[in-house]
């Protein structure tokens, strides 16, 4: 069993930073794949970042590409979201999920685990 917990979140001016971090227990993290996903009033969820296992392997959505990056310390058990540039699009509730592999990370349907998420809140 992994428990994720978001945290970071807040409200910021546009062009600004933040940094999402997602803390996770149990002794299993580091054989997760994580993602990052937010969601914006009205709208379905959808996916940001993931990073594999391991760390080598990464992918984001187009529209954060170039602004956000993914990262994680296992030895922390922590993946973090760190975002740059922030437009007020970016509005959202922000959640951390896992998978067993890294396999289909921009498919919500097949995580194992998310967090409650931290908003995030983008003022123009």
């Known amino acids: 069993q992994v428990q994720l917990v978001e945290s970071g979140g807040g409200l910021v001016q546009a062009g600004g930073s933040l940094k999402l971090s997602c803390a996770a227990s149990?002794?299993?993290?580091?054989?997760?794949?994580m993602g990052w996903w937010r969601q914006a009033p009205g709208k379905e969820r959808e996916f940001v970042a993931a990073?594999?296992?391991?760390?080598?392997?990464?992918e984001y959505a187009d529209s954060v590409k170039g602004r956000f990056t993914i990262s994680r310390d296992n030895a922390k058990n922590t993946v973090y979201l760190q975002m740059n540039s922030l437009k007020p699009e970016d509005t959202a509730v922000y959640y951390c999920?896992?998978?067993?592999?890294?396999?289909?990370?921009?498919?919500?349907?097949?995580?194992?685990?998310w967090g409650r998420g931290t908003q995030v809140t983008v003022s123009s």
């Open positions: 990073i594999s296992a391991s760390g080598g392997s990464i």
């Open positions: 149990g002794r299993t993290f580091s054989r997760y794949a």
């Open positions: 999920g896992g998978r067993s592999v890294y396999y289909r990370m921009t498919s919500g349907s097949d995580y194992n685990y």
